[in-house]
């Protein structure tokens, strides 16, 4: 699965480096941002076929904290609102109940993070998601 465009927003620097060399190993084109900001307005300028989002972030710029729903909510708001979306955290205070009722397809706790089984996850996901587009 080649040329997988991705939109990747992780304020975690050790996680990017690690997912960063796995992806471009796959010839996955990512582009990665560090702000919930950033990544709506890359969101609405260019396409992709996932978008993988850290739950809980801090603003590198800034220093607030802010949430990777808040991306969420946008997209499924926009036409776009069927790309495949994944939440990862670092923090388990949130249920993956909740995070499937926000309408995010697949949830990961990074203290149980297996790459293998999230790039599995990954091509089955966006295969399925491609296999269902309307022509």
């Known amino acids: 699965m080649k040329n ?12 990017v480096e690690a997912l960063m060399e796995v992806f471009e190993r796959l010839g996955w ?34 220093g607030t904290p802010n949430s990777g729903l808040d991306l969420v909510h ?3 708001r926009r036409r776009k609102s069927q790309i495949p979306l994944i939440v990862t955290t670092g ?10 009722e926000n309408e995010v397809n697949l949830f990961f706790y990074k203290s149980e993070f297996d790459i293998k089984q999230f790039i599995a996850s990954i091509e089955k996901l966006v295969s399925q998601s491609i296999s269902t587009k309307p022509f």
């Open 4 to 15: 997988l465009r991705i939109l990747f927003l992780e304020d975690n620097i050790y996680f």
């Open 29 to 62: 084109l990512v582009t990665h941002v560090t702000s919930v900001k950033s990544a709506k307005d890359i969101f609405s300028d260019e396409k992709f076929d996932l978008v993988i989002s850290d739950l809980h972030l801090q603003d590198l710029e800034t």
């Open 74 to 76: 946008y997209i499924r």
């Open 91 to 100: 923090l388990e205070l949130i249920s993956k109940e909740s995070l499937l």
